[in-house]
């Protein structure tokens, strides 16, 4: 394993943590009533994660890059170590949300009392807030899955939404960067594709997914929706996550093989 991959995996594994800790901030912003705050900070988060985004990219570009015009050298076995990198980091993320929903929710508290950023990670980084990290630390628990069902509607539609819009943003890039390894001709208009296929889950999660939970969230705070069924919801869409991820495994090779028929009747 080239030490290329090894930065694209650790990467991927970044990105993809983010992402699934990004489902509990509205949790976080229901019980501190600081909805606007806990955004706002998670934002730090997520600049973190679009930088490594940045980085991740270029880099696997460059691996179809050298791989190209070697008949021996087939990038593919990669791309699935990436994807698996993919499922990984959402299960861990998954497994850490209990804690990071305990550790985030002092972190908003401590920025509203205070207001400075440096303040709060100088406080994350003394002895009080290592305690604090290691008292935060909890083991999901089981009954936060076996209550799916008994705490409000399971939402379907937005489930089966959520799970293919993972899967297509998933593959997204990494589909349209093989197809460049399958028709190296046509890699420049294949990777362009990406962002075309990425639009689409975005729009596909913009139109269901987020003014679902914006909807929950509104009706938690005024009293219309029980927040235990809402950290439901929350874990529902966690596993439609995963599930998602898991499905791009499939879809990733059948989904390079039509960005190829795309870029070449274009």
Same mark, same amino acid.
């Given at each position: 394993?080239?030490?290329?991959?090894?930065?694209?995996?650790?990467?991927?594994?970044?990105?993809?943590?983010?992402?699934?800790?990004?489902?509990?901030?509205?949790?976080?912003?229901?019980? !501190?009533?600081?909805?606007?705050?806990?955004?706002?900070?998670?934002?730090?988060?997520?600049?973190?994660?679009? !930088?490594?985004?940045?980085?991740?990219?270029?880099?696997?570009?460059?691996? =179809?890059?050298?791989?190209?015009?070697?008949?021996?050298?087939?990038?593919?076995?990669?791309?699935?170590?990436?994807? %698996?990198? !993919?499922?990984?980091?959402?299960?861990?993320?998954?497994?850490?949300?209990?804690?990071?929903?305990?550790?985030?929710?002092?972190?908003?508290?401590?920025?509203?009392?205070?207001?400075?950023?440096?303040?709060?990670?100088?406080?994350?980084?003394?002895?009080?807030?290592?305690?604090?990290?290691?008292?935060?630390?909890?083991?999901?628990?089981?009954?936060?899955?076996?209550?799916?069902?008994?705490?409000?509607?399971?939402? %379907?539609?937005?489930?089966?939404?959520?799970?293919?819009? =993972?899967? =297509?943003?998933?593959?997204?890039?990494?589909?349209?960067?093989?197809?460049?390894?399958?028709?190296?001709?046509?890699?420049?208009?294949?990777?362009?594709?990406?962002? =075309?296929?990425?639009?689409?889950?975005?729009?596909?999660?913009?139109?269901?997914?987020?003014?679902?939970?914006?909807?929950? !969230?509104?009706?938690?705070?005024?009293?219309?929706?029980?927040?235990?069924?809402?950290?439901?919801?929350?874990?529902?869409?966690?596993?439609?996550?995963?599930?998602?991820?898991?499905?791009?495994?499939?879809?990733?090779?059948?989904?390079?093989?039509?960005?190829?028929?795309?870029?070449?009747?274009?």
């Amino acid at each position: 394993m080239t030490t290329q991959i090894l930065w694209v995996l650790l990467l991927t594994f970044l990105i993809n943590l983010i992402s699934t800790l990004s489902y509990s901030v509205r949790i976080v912003g229901i019980r !501190t009533r600081k909805i606007a705050v806990s955004f706002a900070l998670f934002n730090v988060l997520v600049l973190v994660s679009r !930088t490594a985004n940045g980085f991740q990219s270029p880099i696997l570009a460059n691996i =179809v890059e050298k791989n190209i015009g070697l008949s021996h050298a087939n990038p593919i076995e990669q791309f699935y170590w990436i994807l %698996w990198m !993919t499922s990984f980091a959402t299960l861990l993320g998954a497994l850490l949300i209990p804690s990071f929903q305990r550790l985030f929710s002092y972190a908003v508290v401590h920025f509203s009392q205070h207001k400075s950023m440096p303040g709060l990670v100088l406080a994350g980084m003394s002895s009080r807030g290592l305690d604090l990290v290691r008292s935060s630390t909890v083991i999901p628990s089981y009954q936060n899955v076996s209550r799916l069902v008994k705490k409000g509607p399971f939402p %379907w539609r937005v489930f089966v939404f959520n799970v293919v819009a =993972v899967a =297509v943003l998933t593959v997204g890039v990494l589909a349209s960067l093989y197809a460049g390894y399958l028709n190296p001709s046509l890699r420049t208009t294949s990777s362009n594709l990406s962002s =075309v296929i990425n639009g689409l889950a975005t729009i596909l999660m913009f139109l269901f997914i987020d003014p679902y939970l914006s909807i929950l !969230t509104d009706e938690v705070t005024e009293g219309k929706f029980e927040e235990t069924a809402f950290r439901n919801q929350v874990v529902i869409l966690v596993i439609a996550r995963l599930l998602g991820t898991l499905m791009a495994q499939l879809i990733f090779l059948p989904a390079s093989q039509l960005i190829v028929l795309i870029a070449e009747h274009m």
